[in-house]
T-cell receptor
């Protein structure tokens, strides 16, 4: 299995809702990532988990809360979002930090979020 | 800091035309270089990579050669198809002095449209 699976593909939520995005990989990768991508822009890094511990938080507002329950799963909990948070949210995974190779990121298809 | 510069777009070509998309980079040491492709409504897919100087990455008829002397990684294809219409991102990732991987640094991306 060489895929990163993201659910849901589309999500519409109000500013007072609480929702979650989910990501799963079974490649044995030990690093997992959340990216945010606005239209016609490159992805922007939000969070990195390495060996199930949060290693990088790119000063993301607290209304986004990541969680890594185990080495295969990554969640992004959403609460009190703003319309400007509407974007494509991409999950990715790669070999762990100690990997000596190119450590390529494998991306999922993304979850398209619309905040009303 | 690390940076990736891509040529300005969009690019529109006729089917079977030759494609070149320029990419240059700034980074310390010897980064790994990547081309990612994003088809409409989808996530990012790794197109090809190169991990050291003079390496040539290739996939699906696309090629790019890691040129350290010109700090470039230009993407080429001899004959484009309508199905190649997508956004193309050049990116780099390097290891720091501890051997840990840096963040993936993306260029701005370029939209390619291929006419029948």
């Amino acid at each position: 299995d060489t895929e990163v699976t993201q659910t849901p593909k589309h999500l519409v939520m109000g500013m007072t809702n609480k929702k979650s995005l989910k990501c799963e990989q079974h490649m044995g990768h030990r690093a997992m990532y959340w990216y945010k991508q606005k239209a016609k822009k490159p992805p922007e890094l939000m969070f990195v988990y390495s060996y199930e511990k949060l290693s990088i938080n790119e000063s993301v507002p607290s209304r986004f809360s990541p969680e890594c329950p185990n080495s295969s799963l990554l969640n992004l909990h959403l609460h009190a979002l703003q319309p400007e948070d509407s974007a494509l949210y991409l999950c990715a995974s790669s070999q762990g930090q100690g990997y000596s190779g190119a450590n390529v990121l494998t991306f999922g298809a993304g979850s398209r979020l619309t905040v009303l | 800091g690390d940076s990736v510069t891509q040529m300005e777009g969009p690019v529109t070509l006729s089917e079977e035309a030759f494609l070149t998309i320029n990419c240059t980079y700034t980074a310390t040491g010897y980064p790994s270089l990547f081309w990612y492709v994003q088809y409409p409504g989808e996530g990012l897919q790794l197109l090809l990579k190169a991990t050291k100087a003079d390496d040539k990455g290739s996939n699906k008829g696309f090629e790019a050669t890691y040129r350290k002397e010109t700090t470039s990684f230009h993407l080429e294809k001899g004959s484009v198809q309508v199905s190649d219409s997508a956004v193309y991102f050049c990116a780099l990732r390097r290891k720091d002095y501890t051997g840990a991987n840096s963040k993936l640094t993306f260029g701005k991306g370029i939209t390619l449209s291929v006419r029948p």
